[in-house]
């Protein structure tokens, strides 16, 4: 009984991890989108400047873009860094359902 309890809270678990995979994945590809369309319109601002030299309102735009790009570069790298560890996670307890299935 005991050993069927605590198999049945860890695909509890399991489960729960499994889903916060898919959410942390889809919050990885919502900041790569994110991230990209900044850079474009980064890269849009700056090829208007190129053709503006007097534009310091493009300035201080391709200047937020740029600081936006960094912040989503951070973005980006603590939700790999979330997946990595959730993915770690549902590892651990995978194995740990399989060896508690396996003394079934």
Do not use: C
């Not at 400047?49 to 600081?67: D, F, M, V």
């Not at 936006?68 to 570069?73: A, C, F, P, S």
Request: charged share 40%.
């Amino acid at each position: 009984r005991d050993t069927r309890a605590e198999l049945s809270s860890k695909d509890r678990q399991l489960d729960v991890a499994r889903r916060m995979l898919v959410k942390v994945n889809a919050e990885k590809t919502n900041l790569e989108v994110a991230a990209e369309n900044d850079r474009a319109a980064f890269r849009k601002l700056e090829a208007r400047l190129s053709l503006n030299k007097e534009g310091p309102e493009l300035q201080a735009k391709l200047i937020k873009y740029k600081h936006r790009v960094t912040e989503l570069k951070q973005a980006l790298e603590d939700a790999e860094a979330r997946l990595q560890l959730a993915e770690e996670a549902n590892l651990v307890q995978s194995r740990e359902v399989h060896v508690l299935k396996g003394a079934l």
